[in-house]
């Protein structure tokens, strides 16, 4: 019984003082660790480049511009310091951009999506990129590809999130933009038989692009045609026979410049369905596209046009492997640099389901679009294009567009250059509708450029409406 109790006691003993040891151990592991973990944290590499991007972003530029890493700068030998120089918005000058123009014409031609510049200000810490010397040197991905599948997941889960594309079952080519896409799925869905070229359509008013890059990628096996009805109607007249199989058709939906939702009107065509413009914050979403060849750009969904990303995503394998060959012949695929970008600003993007980036983007835009309205319907000289009410099934509610660009036109019968009425009249620069092949009695304006471009468009239309309507019983001088 002594002998078993001693066995008993001993075992005892053994096992507590197993578990002071195996305590000990735990306790050093993870302070190994966490020294570990704080070595990994500490900047090094990253500190001097971080202290650099941290001072130029400080730079206010009186809100009325940006100073920026690439920028200009100013030595100042006197204090041994370079100093980044402020590079001011539209109508603003001086060293701080305070000083403002009061003679300036307000610009809207430009496509510049600015407006949502203050969205990402916001976002600084989850948007900012820190890139290594060393980064992706390379020509390719681990995985002998050129195109990140990290970047591909997170475009996929956007579009899943916002209801506007199908991607399951479909394929991804990356883009310089979306304007070097366009003419990738020319190529891919144009014949290859020179002796019967394919005939590249839109529909009147169209992007230029369409017309400017077939023409300019002078090829045998394709030729733009103009515009789809057009088209249409002379084979019809002439009784021409025609293959409509030979056809590429661009469809623009959202349609630039107008904003409507716009389908094929050519039967049998392959089509391009140009979605650039397809997200909550210009129009609603009534469900997702299912489209053979579908193209977005990063530019109208973050705003960042610098940074010239798109993306096709494409049913047909023949067509990806054709324009897979086409981006790695042009380009030898697309900046690394810059895939790294575009991914760390989806992943701010579809935060919360996409609401804050969304939600910020609609009510500033739906916000310019009722100032805007407000203004025009005090004038029966210009008049704006109709927008219809849908459901929008990523807000959950039936809404207006609110598009990108108001397409204004000149009702009065004199006014036959409404660009030029605009800007002797009222100095607003517009693109004249003739660039969107429609005639110069209307004018795009654009709406997506800075706050402050779009407070000065709107005081100059004011002003011209002010003049139609003869306020006060005089002329309103426009300054």
């Not at 002796?195 to 030729?223: D, G, R």
Request: net charge negative; proline share 4%.
């Amino acid at each position: 019984m002594m002998k078993a109790n001693k066995y008993t006691f001993g075992l005892l003993i053994s096992i507590g003082i197993n578990i002071i040891l195996l305590s000990y151990i735990i306790i050093l592991y993870h302070s190994g660790s966490n020294q570990f973990i704080e070595r990994q944290c500490s900047l090094s590499w990253s500190e001097k480049a971080a202290a650099e991007a941290e001072a130029v972003a400080a730079i206010s530029c009186s809100g009325h511009g940006r100073a920026y890493l690439d920028g200009p700068v100013n030595y100042e030998q006197s204090e041994g310091q370079v100093r980044p120089v402020c590079e001011c918005y539209d109508c603003y000058g001086g060293l701080d951009c305070s000083i403002l123009s009061p003679e300036c014409p307000a610009d809207a031609d430009s496509g510049d999506p600015i407006f949502l510049e203050p969205f990402w200000m916001e976002h600084a810490t989850e948007s900012a990129v820190m890139i290594s010397g060393w980064h992706r040197m390379s020509y390719r991905y681990v995985d002998y590809t050129t195109m990140s599948s990290e970047l591909e997941k997170y475009i996929r889960k956007m579009h899943a999130i916002v209801g506007n594309a199908i991607t399951e079952g479909r394929y991804l080519v990356f883009g310089i933009g979306s304007s070097q896409l366009l003419n990738a799925a020319v190529y891919a869905l144009s014949s290859d038989n020179s002796s019967s070229p394919s005939n590249v359509l839109a529909t009147i008013p169209f992007y230029p692009m369409y017309n400017a890059q077939t023409v300019f990628f002078h090829s045998e096996n394709f030729q733009f045609q103009g515009d789809s009805n057009t088209w249409i109607l002379n084979n019809n007249n002439n009784n021409i026979p025609t293959n409509n199989k030979n056809v590429v058709e661009f469809v623009t939906s959202p349609n630039n410049p107008d904003g409507e939702l716009k389908t094929s009107v050519v039967l049998g065509a392959k089509t391009i369905y140009d979605h650039a413009y397809f997200w909550p914050h210009f129009t609603p979403i009534p469900s997702p596209s299912d489209r053979d060849l579908m193209i977005f750009t990063l530019s109208k969904l973050t705003g960042h046009a610098g940074t010239r990303f798109g993306w096709a995503v494409i049913k047909d394998k023949d067509v990806y492997d054709k324009m897979l060959n086409y981006i790695s012949v042009a380009d030898m695929s697309i900046s690394k640099d810059t895939q790294l970008r575009v991914l760390q600003l989806l992943k701010v993007a579809v935060k919360d389901h996409g609401k804050p980036l969304f939600e910020f983007a609609y009510d500033k835009m739906r916000d310019r679009w009722a100032r805007l309205t407000s203004v025009f319907s005090k004038s029966t000289r210009f008049s704006l294009q109709h927008r219809h009410p849908l459901h929008c099934s990523f807000f959950n509610q039936t809404r207006l567009p609110s598009p990108a660009y108001a397409w204004v036109k000149c009702e009065r019968e004199e006014d036959q250059d409404c660009g030029k009425v605009l800007e002797t009249d009222g100095k607003i620069k517009g693109r004249s509708g003739s660039i969107f092949s429609a005639g110069d009695r209307c004018v795009r304006l654009s709406l997506i450029k800075s706050q402050d471009d779009f407070e000065l468009l709107l005081k100059r239309l004011t002003q011209l409406v002010a003049l139609e309507n003869n306020i006060n019983g005089g002329a309103v001088q426009i300054m």
